[in-house]
């Protein structure tokens, strides 16, 4: 089972800013958070990963709070291509390569 | 550069019957992953390849299930006495090392339908 709690469904009005929260209340100190996400019909797309401190990439922006517990990923002005279901990971790494549980994410609407 | 492709991009078949899903991972890439969606789910693990051999087929539902990467690049899924709860999208995703932290790259998946 997923180890993260995402809302459903949210909106977004175009060119504001999208924050996605998720919890992740048991996660492990060695575990990484991944955001990936799912267009209509196309395979997953990764967005951002990251173990504590915040980060950043041309994609989005991922808040991790300080007892990790919970995350928001931040699309800093949303297009209408960003309508998507969003996937929040929680992924160990210590015991070399695992497989990504998906849970059932949030479906992002951005609105013109 | 090239990603993840997968064909067919959709099959028909029915009950019984015995189908072959095919990947082709990024050139270079040590690791396979197949994942399965049913509709309104997310993706499900199926089995990873590291090389050319099986490092985790947890995820495979039965014996009907098996899977194959004989030259460490293509692979094939193999689905025997097809059934009707078969039917979902079936995802390839391949990964440069295979590492704990390796990002993984999907292709666009094969949309499998069980009559």
């Known amino acids: 089972d997923a180890k993260t709690t995402q809302p459903p469904s949210m909106d977004c009005a175009e060119g504001r800013a999208a924050n996605l929260p998720c919890n992740h209340s048991t996660i492990s100190g060695n575990e990484y958070v991944y955001w990936y996400r799912q267009i209509h019909s196309q395979g997953p797309q990764y967005i951002i990963h990251g173990l504590k401190n915040n980060e950043t990439n041309e994609m989005a922006s991922l808040i991790i709070t300080e007892d990790r517990k919970s995350s928001t990923l931040i699309l800093p002005h949303a297009t209408l291509r960003d309508t998507a279901v969003y996937y929040c990971i929680v992924r160990a790494t210590f015991s070399g390569n695992t497989p990504l549980v998906f849970g059932k994410g949030t479906r992002l609407s951005v609105i013109a | 550069g090239a990603g993840v492709s997968q064909t067919p991009s959709n099959k028909v078949t029915e009950k019984g019957k015995y189908v072959e899903l095919r990947c082709d991972p990024i050139s270079g890439h040590t690791a396979l992953y197949w994942y399965r969606q049913s509709l309104g789910q997310g993706p499900e693990f199926l089995i990873y390849f590291q090389g050319t051999g099986a490092a985790d087929d947890s995820g495979l539902p039965n014996d009907r299930f098996f899977a194959v990467r004989p030259e460490g690049s293509v692979s094939t899924l193999k689905i025997q006495r097809t059934e009707r709860g078969d039917s979902a999208v079936y995802l390839c995703?391949?990964?440069?090392?295979?590492?704990?932290?390796?990002?993984?790259?999907f292709g666009p998946g094969t949309r499998l339908t069980v009559l």
């Open positions: 995703a391949s990964s440069p090392l295979g590492t704990g932290t390796d990002t993984q790259y």
